[in-house]
């Protein structure tokens, strides 16, 4: 195990890691061999410098090393993830794109963890709704079948992100660690949606996914989201190259910021979560919230935009997704031997 002054001496003196230095770096991080103060000063480090591409790649690959897999049936899965750190406290909009696509007939693993540079991560939200995260595959299995979706917790699966987990939650910024968490789903989905907050992090993001074997479909909004948020144009990155959109293409005009904000804290985050989930969000809500989920069926069904989109309307406004969350709050209670109490959208 290298000294951590000596990494950060290193740093300091703008060189950077190879691909090895950086996993073996993570992979002591996951076993504990580094304090919280340690931990802080090696990612402030990266908060005044770009993480290059052989950083994150062996930082990458030492959280798959450390992750517990599971294997979740023979179904493709598709994830629709963000890395955060965006800083424009919206909604919660890919976790609600992720029940649209369940609704709709996708095989969801959905990733996830709790805010830390944002008010309410996905985790903090389902959380709020009684749902008991797990590890275990034979629930996670149940889960998917019979609601079309299942939650990995990310720190249930990656002991490096439970062990940054309170330095995180302390320094309260984003970090590597939210570029890294949409590439170690420890069920390995053959189709991801990832949504990133940098025109830069999404080429380097090509650059890494194209020399792996999942299908993806990378989003980032040009005025800085991490999601399509209609708010102007968006760049979406797949196999096929680069491609431009504006709000007008795909049906919409654009929208003001100031409609697609959160909550300031859990419980208010909730509310919005529920009322759009019931179907009385705003029409911009609803709006953004179908945008993303059609994206994502789109590459997941390998239909036309024009399908995917009818597909993710259909599911928001008549229920389906409601339905598929409902139910995967209920199962994952019952895997734990706890009554169903009314906390469920009804």
């Not at 940054?164 to 189709?191: C, D, E, H, S, Y």
Request: aromatic share 8%; with cysteine.
């Amino acid at each position: 195990m290298k000294e951590i002054r000596d990494i950060i001496n290193h740093l300091s003196a703008y060189k950077t890691l190879s691909r090895v230095e950086a996993q073996q770096i993570l992979s002591d991080i996951a076993e504990g061999k580094y304090s919280e103060t340690e931990m802080a000063a090696f990612l402030t480090i990266y908060l005044m410098r770009n993480v290059t591409v052989d950083e994150l790649i062996g930082f990458r690959d030492a959280l798959l090393e450390h992750c517990q897999n599971v294997d979740l049936g023979t179904d493709t899965l598709i994830d629709l993830c963000g890395t955060g750190g965006d800083s424009k406290d919206t909604f919660n909009i890919s976790t609600l794109a992720s029940f649209v696509a369940a609704g709709a007939g996708a095989k969801v693993a959905k990733h996830g963890n709790f805010g830390v540079s944002s008010n309410c991560g996905s985790s903090n939200v389902l959380e709020f709704f009684g749902c008991e995260f797990t590890n275990d595959e034979k629930t996670l299995k149940t889960q998917l079948k019979e609601s079309g979706i299942c939650f990995l917790h990310a720190p249930l699966f990656n002991p490096a992100m439970k062990n940054i987990a309170p330095v995180r939650k302390k320094l309260k910024v984003k970090t590597f660690f939210n570029m890294l968490g949409p590439m170690v789903n420890p069920a390995r989905p053959q189709k991801q949606m990832v949504g990133v907050f940098s025109l830069e992090l999404a080429r380097l993001y090509n650059y890494i996914y194209q020399k792996g074997n999942t299908d993806f479909v990378i989003i980032h909004s040009l005025d800085g989201y991490d999601e399509i948020s209609l708010t102007g144009d968006f760049k979406c990155i797949d196999r096929s190259g680069e491609h431009l959109y504006s709000p007008k293409d795909i049906g919409y005009s654009c929208v003001d910021p100031n409609l697609i904000i959160g909550g300031k804290d859990v419980p208010s985050s909730a509310l919005i979560f529920k009322q759009i989930l019931e179907g009385k969000g705003s029409a911009v809500q609803n709006a953004v919230v179908i945008s993303n989920g059609a994206f994502a069926l789109q590459a997941y069904f390998e239909c036309s935009l024009q399908e995917a989109h009818a597909r993710a309307e259909e599911s928001l406004m008549s229920g389906h997704a409601k339905t598929a969350f409902n139910s995967l709050i209920e199962l994952s209670k019952l895997s734990h031997g706890k009554h169903i109490e009314s906390n469920s959208i009804a």
